[in-house]
């Protein structure tokens, strides 16, 4: 089974410009989980999305968006970029995004974003 | 307090040695628990999750549940080189939508094992 993907591996922006990373979960999962880890703040949760719906945010400023289109397949945005957005974005897939068992979130290898 | 909280680190152990990593939550309805490791410049990686109170073994890893005491440990037996890395200790709620898909993450606690 393959595991969660995310493209591009790498990213280099400058600040005031927009940026849209992909993340393709686990085939079957169908939450999938975005987060952002920094030095400073370490993972922090942005927001979670199943069947094509946003179901839960974190404390983030609105320029972070995403969507999920309805083969389980995430999006995340960032508009109007700053310095301090320069971090390793993360996804994660899930069967439904639940606690209990079998709904452990697997991580893809993340996007570097870089912003000058 | 901090939602998730690791005892501080680094730590380094010998080769062969016992690890012992620490976690405790604040949130008493916190219902999953989970053990991530990463590699420097890698993404976390699940090594382990818990769901009820007591002990888990998995090969050299053991982890440690107590709900009462809002307590998670991670053990790792025959420690190798190769364990070294950041562990980080995560929960999921159980609280409806503010829990949908939301991992809280301690700070993580870097382990060296030297040869």
Redesign the interface.
């Given at each position: 089974k393959a595991g969660v993907t995310q493209t591009p591996r790498y990213l280099i922006k400058t600040r005031g410009q927009q940026v849209t990373l992909s993340c393709s979960p686990i085939s079957g999962h169908r939450?999938?989980?975005w987060?952002q880890q920094t030095p400073g703040q370490?993972?922090q949760?942005l927001f979670?999305?199943?069947s094509e719906t946003q179901?839960?945010k974190?404390n983030f400023p609105g320029r972070f968006s995403g969507r999920q289109f309805s083969n389980s397949r995430s999006e995340m945005n960032v508009s109007t970029l700053e310095l301090g957005d320069s971090a390793?974005y993360?996804c994660?897939s899930?069967l439904e995004?639940?606690?209990?068992?079998y709904?452990?979130?697997?991580?893809?290898?993340?996007t570097r974003l870089t912003v000058l | 307090q901090k939602e998730v909280e690791q005892n501080s680190g680094p730590l380094s152990v010998p080769e062969g040695a016992i690890a012992s990593l620490n976690c405790t939550y604040s949130d008493r309805v916190s219902q999953s628990f989970f053990w991530y490791r990463q590699y420097s410049g890698k993404s976390p990686e699940l090594i382990m999750s818990i769901y009820s109170n007591g002990d888990k073994e998995d090969g050299r890893f053991t982890a440690q549940l107590n709900k009462a005491s809002q307590y998670v440990s991670l053990l790792i037996r025959d420690s190798q080189p190769s364990d070294s890395a950041t562990y980080l200790c995560a929960v999921i709620g159980n609280a409806g939508g503010t829990s949908y898909g939301k991992l809280t993450f301690g700070q993580g606690t870097i382990l060296t094992v030297h040869p």
């Open positions: 939450s999938v989980s987060y370490g993972l949760f979670e999305y199943f179901r839960n974190g390793l993360l994660a899930s995004g639940l606690a209990g068992i709904n452990e979130q697997f991580f893809g290898p993340g | -």
